[in-house]
């Protein structure tokens, strides 16, 4: 994830720390981690020792930002009401998310 797209961070899929919510999202979905319990998931992500990760995971900023869309599951995210940045913010993580479920399928 952190190697897709060009070469200039900017322009990575995985370069921002809002990026974590659609990581957080999909591992609790799927049963990796416990929905809510953010320590556990920043635990899990400790011991992946992802040291060239330009957006290190924060814990206040997972908590701060798993609320309205992003508290649902995955499948039932919605733009629904979004506007001007909040779209901006959610087509951003959708996108991320999409290359992060591809990327797992390809694994599996």
């Known amino acids: ?25 999909i591992a ?8 809510g319990d953010y320590r556990y998931f920043k635990h899990i992500v ?8 330009k957006a290190p995971l924060s814990i ?15 499948v039932d995210w919605s733009e629904d009401g979004l506007v001007e940045k ?3 913010e959610y087509n951003d993580i959708k996108q991320c998310t999409e290359v992060f479920l591809k990327t797992c399928q390809e694994i599996v």
């Open 28 to 35: 609790a979905d799927e049963g990796f981690t416990i929905d």
């Open 60 to 74: 206040d900023k997972i908590e701060r930002s798993i609320k309205g869309v992003y508290r649902a599951s995955y």
């Open 46 to 53: 400790d011991g992946m020792n992802l040291t060239d990760c």
């Open 1 to 25: 994830m952190m190697d897709y797209g060009d070469y200039r961070a900017s322009d990575k899929t995985f370069c921002k720390r809002r990026h974590w919510i659609h990581v957080y999202r």
């Open 86 to 88: 909040n779209l901006d």
